[in-house]
């Protein structure tokens, strides 16, 4: 209510402040040079807003008109008058945050949410994980593959998972050692991740398969969790130490940002839209009766740009960038998009730092948006281009029964959707302690970001976001003709993955070790990026220029 808003203020304003602090301590840490001074820059900004408040409070024990001389020729008057305004202006927009994050903290749209709806599905999606985590394919899993006992040192010793299963497992709990982990702690966070839910939640039959599930996959993994002897879960909020990732059920994280931040962003919005105009892309209004949105307008936007002659055989373009700045960071690569192609690029307000940007599209509103817009154009298949949180835009177009059809071939930069079973994309998105420059810039600029905090906290669903081999499109054979009259089968590559091998977000050696137990898949291209960041590709000619070329032969597989 209003009569509340002054508390929730304050208590905003303290919190900002504590956290302030924790940075401005942190920066007495040893750290390059480089570090500290960003340190320091995203200090600065933080302190805008509580500085903001200062200022407005000084102003009323010093009166306007005691102000006098000057500061490098400029009257201090007008300085004095200038900064007041600034400060309002920061401290109404302060107020606005605090009103926003406390409606977006009552979004429960997402609640219950999950991919599998059966006791089978969900069967299947874990036999799949542990596979993965395995790194095998399910067809070939075996007796053997399961009950291989690497930490085993003769007759007597206690089963151990392999390394691979602790890591992961470990991971999910934030470093938590194994055997302090208690299965009601691993049934809490199983709870979440099969049933998007608190274990205390579930039905009794829903509990029941759970326990089946659990006793299942602690046979597989050859270890089985300490029960509780103190009578408590274990978990989070359980009152001990031993916390989980439960992505949206966790608290959101997120840092306040004064609005010259976002005023900064906004002049890259506006490069990234007048760039994509003068390269000839409109607008198009979304072809549903009712989609996702506020009062600013559509969750997602589609522009497309016609082109006078469009190639034989070859497949329409659908693009959909990640978190960040929108359109701007990515328009070299636009520019090398195929000129003798339609092109549809997909816009993310809620996931580009834009200062009206919370509303978040729904999966299916996602899904019937592209769909609805290419089918109203004529295209029945397509080549879909994702980069990062993008990529999870093409999970759900493949996932659905309908729209996978569209999918021709898929272009993945690095991909958020790959190995999702892992906590790697979870971890170091929201729980990662920066110790680079580029971990600092993502952890600060990016992931902390109000909207885009909520949108992962929230609405990052990690059963519709994941993809496994057997979702990607299905490989397309085709007959070549030899010079002696006999003709070779060829199989044309249906999907290309970009991975960075510096990457600070995507867990590229897993995924990497994923797909290479998958050769078989002769239509997967797998590329690494050498001394590259997440992201960093689009900044960089060559690569740019590698990843449009690989479009362009995806364009033509039809």
């Known amino acids: 209510s209003s009569s509340c808003l002054p508390i929730a203020v304050t208590g905003r304003a303290k919190l900002i402040t504590m956290r302030t602090m924790e940075l401005l301590s942190s920066l007495l840490e040893k750290r390059s040079v480089m570090f500290r001074l960003w340190q320091l820059v995203i200090f600065t900004i933080r302190a805008v807003s509580p ?37 309002i202006i920061e401290v109404l927009f302060f107020i606005y945050y605090v009103r926003t994050r406390a409606k977006l903290e009552l979004d429960d749209s997402n609640k219950r949410q999950h991919r599998c709806t059966t006791a089978n599905e969900r069967r299947v999606l874990i ?58 702690a691993f049934a809490e966070w199983a709870a979440w991740a099969f049933f998007n839910a608190e274990l205390a939640d579930l039905t009794s039959d829903e509990r029941t398969e ?38 949206t059920l966790d608290k959101v994280h997120d840092t306040q940002r004064p609005l010259i931040a976002y005023a900064v962003i906004g002049v890259m919005h506006v490069i990234g839209y007048l760039g994509i105009w003068c390269m000839g892309y409109r607008f198009v209004p979304p072809d549903l009766d009712s989609v996702d949105g506020s009062n600013n307008g559509p969750a997602l936007r589609i522009y497309s740009r016609g082109v006078s002659s469009h190639a034989n055989g070859s497949l329409p373009v659908v693009f959909v960038h990640g ?56 295209i029945q298949k397509a080549c879909f281009v994702g980069h990062s949180l993008g990529t999870t835009a093409v999970a759900w177009m493949l996932h659905n029964s309908t729209a996978r059809d569209l999918v021709a071939t898929t272009v993945l930069l690095d991909p958020v959707t790959f190995m999702l079973c892992d906590s790697g994309v979870a971890y170091n998105f929201l729980h990662r302690t920066p110790t680079s420059v580029i971990e600092l810039l993502m952890h600060n600029f990016v992931s902390r970001e109000l909207f885009i905090a909520h949108t992962l906290s929230r609405h990052f669903s990690w059963s519709h976001n994941s993809l496994f081999v057997e979702d990607l499109p299905r490989p397309r054979h085709r007959a070549t003709p030899t010079s002696d009259g006999s003709t070779n089968n060829t199989t044309d590559i249906t999907t290309t993955i970009v991975l960075s091998s510096g990457d600070s977000i995507v867990p590229t050696d897993r995924v990497k070790k994923y797909f290479a137990q998958h050769q078989h898949r002769k239509d997967i291209e797998v590329i690494t990026l050498d001394d590259m960041q997440h992201g960093q590709a689009m900044a960089s000619l060559f690569a740019v220029r590698m990843i449009a070329g690989r479009i362009r032969a995806a364009c033509t597989v039809n």
């Open 51 to 87: 500085l903001s408040l200062f200022w407005l409070m000084r102003v009323a024990y010093v009166p306007q008109g005691e102000v006098c001389g000057t500061l490098l020729g400029v009257p201090s008057a007008y300085l004095y008058n200038t900064a007041t305004a600034w400060a």
């Open 127 to 184: 036999e799949r994980c542990v596979a993965a985590i395995r790194g095998l394919d399910p067809a070939r899993q075996t007796k053997s593959d399961v009950n291989v006992n690497v930490d085993g040192d003769g007759d007597g010793a206690v089963p151990s998972p392999s390394v691979p299963f602790r890591q992961t497992i470990e991971g999910w709990f934030l470093g938590s050692k194994l055997e302090d982990i208690t299965l009601d």
């Open 210 to 247: 759970l326990d089946g599930n659990l006793k299942w996959f602690q046979d597989q993994v050859r270890w089985h969790f300490s029960e509780n002897t103190d009578g408590s879960s274990g978990e989070s909020s359980g009152g001990n130490d031993l916390r989980s990732i439960r992505l």
């Open 323 to 378: 978190i960040g700045i929108g359109f701007m960071h990515y328009l070299a690569l636009i520019a090398s998009l195929p000129a003798d192609v339609p092109v549809y690029l997909v816009e993310w307000p809620h996931v580009s730092m834009q200062i009206t940007g919370g509303a978040v599209p729904s999966i299916n509103t996602t899904v019937a948006t592209i769909s609805a817009r290419l089918r109203a154009d004529g």
